[in-house]
């Protein structure tokens, strides 16, 4: 009778740990979704309605995707200490931006929880291998108001600029005031919709996603990131001058309205090209000075 006690006794704890890891899982997804419900209902949102924030309907199943693509290391190495602990903090950003009500911080902290649960499982090696659909992700997430109207007006103003200067080259006769530019017949108003904050989110996120499917070193990353800003403030400039130059020499009625709209899809499109071109480039540079890895 006490050898079958002492028998059962080890089946009883290997069946406990057996039932206790089957629903680890289960309890862990069950309390991150009832933690982030919000800010991934809010984000989805904001994706489907926000204008500013539409490209995350796309970038966020292209994530996915490249998560897929990329696959799991060989050897993983999972860090539950580390991974405990960044955990804790996502958890703690959640609960700190819950009661400010602010939402960019709060989604952040449902990306960290993601990276997170990465770590505990198969370590910041798989962090790494997944940075680009991280990095994709946290480009979908838009900024906040305060932040957006911070950087539209400086945008607006060099968009003014640079639309008034051309035309001032192409010896049109025009007067800036601020944001509105003064033309025979008509004045312009670059509102904050024509700032280019809108393309420059679109264009970060296509250089990062050019740079991290066609380039290998992080400089060239670096470069063709940063290059994206300028592409838009120019091109954003030379969509002012057009949006001038048609008013004044072809139809007033070019300056809004549908045509105005196309206008800035082919704008747009000019500035995928030359960010190509530009990842064509640095791709030929690393071809050359940047031996293949082993």
Known sequence: MTELALSAAPRARARLAGATAAAAPVIAAAAFAVLFWRPAATLARDWWSDPNAGHGLLLAPVAAWLAWRAGLVARPAPRQGAGVALLAGAVGLRWLSGLAAELFTMRLSLLVALAALVVFVWGWRQVARWWLPFGLL??????????????????????????????????????????????????????????????????????????????????????????????AVLLNGVRVFLTGFLVVFVDPRLGDGFMHLTEGWLIYLAALAILGAIAAGLTRVERRFVPEAA
């Not at 838009?142 to 051309?166: D, R, T, Y």
């Not at 003064?182 to 904050?197: D, I």
């Not at 499917?213 to 300028?230: K, M």
């Open 138 to 231: 946290v480009l979908c997430i838009p900024l906040p108001a305060v932040v957006m109207a911070s950087l539209a007006l400086p945008l607006q103003f060099k968009a003014s600029a640079l639309g008034a200067a051309m035309l001032h080259w192409r010896n049109i006769p025009v007067e800036l005031t601020g944001n509105v530019i003064n033309l025979p017949g008509r004045s312009l108003f670059v509102t904050e919709a024509c700032s280019g904050l809108r393309s420059l989110s679109a264009l970060l996120a296509i250089a990062l996603l050019a740079g991290g499917l066609w380039l290998r070193t992080a400089t060239a990353r670096g470069v063709l990131l940063a290059l994206a800003l300028p592409v």
